[in-house]
């Protein structure tokens, strides 16, 4: 487990669906081999390509789309940019033409059926989530590198764990929760404001504001396209999206193009607990339903776990006055340190701990943020972030036909309703005569993960999986 820096904008990352850690990691792993092959010889001298998967990227990579994100990272197109609108066409050219454009400058001859090998049998001892890219040159020399995306996007290549953050010095440095306490107890700061001050160890503070509005927006896009979104989602199970439905069915069939109309339009149906819950509900859906048809969403922290921290800020947004810049950022950097204690001190990757890691994680992440922002102290956050993760504590990665839909999509709104409920219960709570702490729940996360059998962790081969009488699409 890595102890460098982790900035907000390594837990929040723009990128494609529908999955962090099989879609977004494989992507940027392909994207930095085609770097290091520039590093020994031009493109133009790379005569084949070919891509080995293992663990759980072999199992489960059709469905999470891992060998179309590897397609166009070795394509050199960016996840961030990339039109999402564009991918079934790409995919189909490069199949169609058995080439690809390696780092869009170089045809290589290319077969996806032939030359992305799924390994279902065989894993590497580092993490489940391997892949290695190998290259050949036409003077007979050749290169090969072996990198594990390791949750959240991350990426790491074998050998070299450093996220390239290690040099940074923080002038608050936090690995743990009680780090974190420290600092606010010694300085008076809020956690938002401890964060701030160090992010500004990478950039200014407007340039960080920016950044996280930025963040936002992607969410609350990928949330108003959701809820405005009806069909079915890609892969074969034939899920009828629910979101658009829901947000009709609630604004009485009525429309709107315009986000801000939108939102006041929530606003003024009220606030009572069955039409606040059903909202928070559709929020979800929608977002994770974008995710699982290959649309843009940000990590929060993962891809799988997407539809929390938008779900429950927009809760935020809409029915606690909580539409403001500012109370949006504070409301982010929160999120973003409690992830990160989490990544730091068990792990994000459902790969290796299941769910828990990822929508325990959010609602974790979430329910701080929310307790912050609502005017909770310090140690009520912290107390928020642990009785949502308690809560969650072995849920398992289970998913149908290694699709990132059932039950991922419905297990968001679940994880927003906790973090909610956590918050409230942390804000009526006195933190000094809790039992639990956040650090203790971290830890326990992460020996749950290490006991937990490797059939639930993203592997398809447990749970749900099973027990609903639909197969894996064919390799």
């Known amino acids: 487990m890595s102890y460098e820096p982790i900035s907000v904008f390594d837990m929040f990352k723009i990128g494609v669906g529908p999955s962090s850690s099989h879609t977004l990691g494989p992507w940027r792993a392909a994207q930095r081999f085609v770097q290091s092959i520039q590093t020994m010889q031009p493109l133009e001298q790379v005569a084949t390509v070919r891509v080995l998967l293992y663990g759980s990227l ?17 394509c050199g197109e960016d ?26 400058k170089h045809e290589v001859a290319f077969d996806p059926r032939e030359d992305i090998d799924f390994l279902m049998t065989e894993s590497l001892p580092y993490h489940p989530n391997a892949v290695t890219f190998l290259a050949s040159f036409n003077d007979g020399t050749s290169i090969a ?46 956690i938002s404001e ?20 930025n963040i936002w927006r992607v969410m609350h896009e990928c949330m108003f396209k959701g809820c405005h979104t009806e069909g079915y989602l890609p892969g074969g199970l034939n899920v009828k999206r629910r979101g658009a439905g829901l947000n009709k069915k609630l604004l009485q069939q009525k429309s709107y193009t315009d986000f801000q109309e939108w939102v006041e339009a929530i606003r003024s149906g009220g606030n009572d607990f069955k039409y606040t819950l059903d909202w928070v509900s559709c929020f979800a859906l929608a977002v994770n339903e974008e995710n699982a048809s290959f649309g843009r969403v940000v990590t929060a922290p993962t891809n799988g776990a997407a539809g929390v921290i938008p779900a429950v800020l927009m809760y935020y947004v809409c029915f606690c006055n909580g539409a403001d810049e500012e109370k949006i950022i504070r409301f982010l950097l929160t999120a973003s340190e409690v992830g990160s204690i989490f990544k730091k001190g ?29 005017g ?12 949502a993760m308690e809560h969650h504590l072995g849920l398992t990665c289970d998913p149908i036909a290694g699709l990132v839909q059932v039950p991922c999509i419905e297990r968001n709104t679940m ?15 006195t933190p000094d ?40 699409p064919e390799c």
């Not at 199992?59 to 397609?71: E, F, L, N, R, S």
Request: net charge negative; hydrophobic share 45%.
């Open 194 to 213: 401890v964060v701030m001050e160090n992010e500004n160890a990478w950039r200014s503070e407007e340039e960080t504001k920016q950044g996280v509005i």
């Open 79 to 104: 996840p961030v940019t990339f039109d999402v609108n564009s991918i079934d066409a790409r995919i189909r050219d490069i199949a169609d033409m058995n080439e690809i454009l390696l780092g869009g």
């Open 58 to 74: 072999a199992k489960t990579g059709k469905g999470h789309g891992t060998d179309v994100a590897i397609q166009l990272g070795l």
């Open 415 to 429: 994880g927003a309703i906790k973090a909610i409920t956590a918050s409230q219960l942390a804000l009526q709570s």
């Open 145 to 190: 590198e072996t990198w594990y995306s390791i949750g959240g996007g991350f990426v790491v290549k074998e050998n070299e764990e450093s996220t390239g953050h290690a040099q940074v010095q923080l002038p608050f440095p936090v690995d743990t929760a009680e780090d974190l306490l420290h600092w606010c107890m010694k300085t008076g700061m809020s």
């Open 346 to 374: 068990s792990t994000i990757s459902a790969a290796m701990g299941g769910c828990q890691a990822e929508i325990g994680v959010s609602s974790a992440m979430a329910a701080a943020a929310l307790t912050e922002c609502m």
């Open 376 to 387: 909770g102290t310090q140690r009520q956050v912290l107390m928020a972030a642990e009785i």
């Open 433 to 472: 005569f809790a039992k639990v702490s956040l650090d203790a729940v971290v830890k326990t996360m992460w020996d749950t993960a290490k006991d937990m059998n490797h059939k639930y962790k993203e592997t398809a081969e447990g749970g749900l999986a099973i027990n609903i009488p639909i197969a894996l």
